[in-house]
């Protein structure tokens, strides 16, 4: 069975910096892409980074661009997503997805909530 | 303001059939393919339809999937309750570099 499960959200203020984490089971991380997506409090889906299977391409949403840096551990079946330089419009639960061939994002975890806030 | 456009809400009888329009340009759905997501209240999203028009495995045909030039649509027959749930289209913009979703729709099932 799929299962990714993402960790690591919490409290932090503006400009501070947090390391979320997905965690992968149920198949070959390595042959997959990968893509982060967030949601803020009663708002819509935004796409935010995505990673091909060896880390050699990535691509960013333009508002997070030069802050955010999205990497992963094939050995250790997992996504991360660094955030740096955080402000109060990052406030949203970030959800890890499994980009499928020719399906993209078919498996998501259940999200983790970031709160950038003083 | 989304890259795609969708229509804020929609709604329909249990029963009946509703479809919901996701338009956009020439660097995304009119040059790759389309994706629907269903969001169930504090639920993450769940793929419904990829490729304009495939359903994965254990989506009930009475969703379906098509795209036109540079729009899409989603259609849900046989209207159930269980269907109220917000709707997204997804897709690539190749002038971006990056993944785009619609604002969503919400269905109301009356």
């Known amino acids: 069975e799929v299962q990714l499960v993402e960790s690591g959200g919490g409290l932090v203020q503006p400009g501070g910096s947090l390391r979320v984490s997905c965690q992968a089971s149920?198949?070959?991380?390595?042959?997959?892409?990968m893509s982060w997506v967030r949601q803020a409090p009663g708002k819509g889906l935004e796409w935010v980074a995505n990673?091909?299977?060896?880390?050699?391409?990535?691509y960013y949403v333009d508002s997070v661009k030069g802050r955010f840096t999205v990497s992963r551990d094939n050995a250790k079946n997992s996504v991360y997503l660094q955030m740096n330089s955080l402000r109060a419009e990052d406030t949203a639960v970030y959800y890890c997805a499994r980009d499928g061939p020719g399906r993209p994002r078919d498996y998501w975890g259940q999200g983790t909530l970031v709160t950038v806030s003083s | 303001q989304s890259v795609l456009t969708q229509p804020p809400s929609v709604s329909a009888a249990p029963g009946q059939k509703v479809t919901i329009s996701c338009s956009g340009s020439s660097s995304n759905i009119g040059n790759t393919y389309v994706s629907w997501y269903q969001q169930s209240p504090g639920t993450a999203p769940k793929l419904l339809i990829y490729d304009n028009n495939k359903r994965p495995s254990g989506i009930p045909d009475r969703f379906s999937g098509s795209k036109s030039g540079t729009s899409a649509t989603l259609g849900i027959t046989g209207l159930q309750t269980g269907d109220e749930a917000d709707y997204y289209c997804g897709t690539w913009d190749s002038s971006l570099s990056a993944g785009v979703f619609g604002g969503g729709t919400k269905l109301t099932v009356l």
């Open positions: 149920g198949f070959t991380l390595s042959t997959y892409w």
């Open positions: 990673i091909k299977q060896d880390g050699s391409e990535k």
